[in-house]
């Protein structure tokens, strides 16, 4: 469960005079999410979400990713959208966190996921990537090599003690990405976290994008190589081609992969699940016991980071050309 901090009714009272949002009927947590606590509000208007943000996100980042909301629904992409303040301000500060209300999305995520739906989503993908290109602000990728170095330096020590001869498999495997991370591919505003849990469909249609909070400036084919880690390995650790074909040739029916994307893919999968390992590895590591969240499995990030390393090219993917 991710509620960090919890909340009152009269804070909340006070909060919402900001707002042109109605009276406040009820609220309660959502269980769901790792980074920040979430809750459901009605009021006799609307339903809401009201999001606090925490630890990993950083208060100077809000106008990029809740401007980029606004833009990307502006441009008609299916994503929340932040309800503006009485000054203006799409947030403010509730129980000492800044805190923003957005739009409630209708939908559902999919537990299980076929190959049609992995389509969707490499549509979608695609779409907000030709969305986001003349969005003004630009963020750069905190999670990153830079980023997985820091968090590297903080977690190497202890890496042994979830599987012995961690902690030479990944420094070797930072060596290697930080010698061939590409340099020069086709970059722009990524979503870096479009995982199952942030796609919501209705039915077999997806409905909507949530959740921006790791989006940045980036390579847009990273963006595709962290939902083939997402949205392609089946629950037994076996990575699925035929999704993985379907969620490319989705992206690829709004925007073409350049030769070199392609045959990047490879390294990118393996620098994205490298990402994923990391994060969730600190967490594992860091996170006190009885922490209101649920912790994420580091090793399956890390059976996909050996897959990866054995790909010799894309069409491994399921590309018909690599
Ligand atoms: N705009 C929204 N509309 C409907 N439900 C939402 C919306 N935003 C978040 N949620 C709900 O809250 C949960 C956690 O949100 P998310 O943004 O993924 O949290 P976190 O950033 O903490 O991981 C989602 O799985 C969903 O159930
Ligand atoms: N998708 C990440 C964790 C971030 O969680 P989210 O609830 O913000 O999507 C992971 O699986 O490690």
Redesign the pocket.
Known sequence: M?VYTEINEVDLKDFLKAYDAGELMSFKG?T???????F?LHTDREAL?L?LYEKRVDEGDLPFYLGLMEHLAEQGLSC?LPLPRHDGALYGLLCGRPAAL????EGM?LRKSEAKHCREVGVAMAKMHLAGQDFAIRRENALSLKGWVDLWDKSAARADEVEAGLEDEITNELAYLEDHWPVDLPEGVIHADLFP??V?FIGDELSGL??F?FACNDFFAYDLAICLNAWCFEKDGAFNVTKARALIEGYQSVRSLSAAEVEALPLLARGSALRFFLTRLYDWLMTPEGAMVVKKDPLEYLRYLRFHRSVKSASEYGLVKA
């Open positions: 991710a959502i769901e999410g790792v980074e920040n606590s979430n459901l979400i999001t929340p957005i739009s409630f999305l995520w849990d942030n919501f949530i959740d909070y």
